[in-house]
């Protein structure tokens, strides 16, 4: 396949790109221009103005219509971009979430008022209580992303109004990343596949809903998108990843499961010892950064909390046996298969 001088798809590969995308992006736009209520009930929530999110979906509906003509009518280099990222289709498919999200613009989940409430207790000075005079008890599940609600609250900042600006903005990066992660792979179908399947998630209700919750799920995408893009920069690949595992355990409780896959993966890629032994000695921070973190955790967690385990052991799975850990998903089979039955992404 040929390159153009400025390290883009050159020639007819270019050109099937324009047009594959752009027939994509122009049946979304007839979608929600058309029939905006196929999507409008995937965000059938309580206190989400329904007219408001029909009125979104009709103007989101020209411009995507609009772009995906522009993307007919383009030349590859500007559509297709540098070998490293598709420019004008990422930019699309962030316009297209940071579109959607304003469906969401007055909503937040209503579990995020628990981490405000301890990120407010700490920034006043009370501990990290859910009120103040409250006993110490870890309610909340995300110590990274409360941490930063009660820095923000503490330099004079809104916490609702910073939890929701941080939740786009991670989205937005989160989007951006699998977009770029897709766009590596060197076979041109199986681009061109995970390009559009990586589009139709994050323009996907479930993670547009969740990314805007007012909690740390987009940034917990972002983190992991980092993690899965790591290696496409070598130089900095292990204490990039590493840095990403500590910050993700930090803020999510079951991310010393994501540590310990990562790291059989590395470690496991080639199963001869003498590889074995080289990866150890490379990839030891990915390990030994995100357990330091965790240790740290767990000390502050017994000091504070006089508690081993994190909220959502007491919460949801204290219920749970050795069997169970078979469906790690936790709420059962159920859950993936109703995920699948209600998301609407078809």
């Known amino acids: 396949m040929g390159r153009d001088d400025g390290g883009g798809l050159a020639g007819t590969e270019g050109d099937r790109a324009a047009i594959v995308f752009g027939a994509v992006v122009t049946s979304l736009g007839a979608v929600a221009l058309l029939a905006p209520s196929l999507l409008s009930r995937r965000f059938a929530l309580e206190a989400v103005d329904q007219a408001s999110i029909l009125l979104?979906?009709?103007?989101?509906?020209?411009?995507?219509?609009?772009?995906?003509?522009?993307?007919?009518?383009?030349?590859?280099?500007?559509?297709?971009?540098?070998?490293?990222?598709?420019?004008?289709?990422?930019?699309?498919?962030?316009?297209?979430?940071?579109?959607?999200?304003?469906?969401?613009?007055?909503?937040m989940v209503d579990d995020a008022a628990i981490t405000f409430a301890y990120s407010r207790s700490?920034?006043?000075?009370?501990?990290?209580?859910?009120?103040?005079?409250?006993?110490?008890?870890?309610g909340y599940s995300n110590t990274s992303w409360m941490l930063f609600l009660a820095a923000a609250r503490w330099l004079g900042a809104d916490i609702a109004v910073t939890a929701k600006r941080a939740c786009i903005a991670c989205g937005a990066l989160a989007t951006v990343l699998c977009i770029y992660v897709c766009h590596q792979l060197t076979d041109r179908r199986a681009r061109f596949a995970l390009l559009a399947l990586g589009a139709t998630v994050c323009l996907g209700a479930p993670f547009v809903i969740w990314s805007a919750s007012g909690l740390e799920h987009a940034a917990q995408a972002a983190l992991l998108a980092a993690i899965i893009a790591a290696p496409l920069w070598p130089r900095i690949e292990r204490w990039l990843m590493a840095a990403a595992l500590a910050a993700l355990v930090l803020t999510r409780p079951e991310a010393p499961l994501v540590v310990a896959f990562v790291a059989a993966v590395l470690l496991l890629r080639d199963r001869s010892w003498p590889a074995i032994r080289a990866a150890v000695a490379r990839y030891w921070p990915v390990v030994v950064v995100p357990g330091l973190a965790w240790a740290a955790l767990t000390v502050f967690r017994l000091a504070y909390f006089h508690e081993l385990l994190s909220n959502p052991y007491y919460a949801k799975a204290t219920d749970a046996n050795w069997f169970r850990l078979a469906n790690f998903v936790g709420g059962g089979w159920s859950y993936v298969f109703g995920w699948l039955a209600d998301a609407r992404t078809w």
């Open 122 to 138: 700490l920034a006043q000075g009370h501990g990290l209580v859910i009120r103040p005079g409250h006993v110490p008890e870890e």
């Open 56 to 107: 979104t979906l009709r103007a989101v509906g020209p411009a995507l219509i609009a772009m995906g003509a522009a993307a007919f009518l383009s030349r590859s280099r500007w559509w297709v971009g540098s070998q490293s990222f598709p420019v004008g289709f990422g930019l699309l498919v962030v316009a297209g979430y940071l579109s959607l999200t304003t469906c969401l613009r007055d909503w």
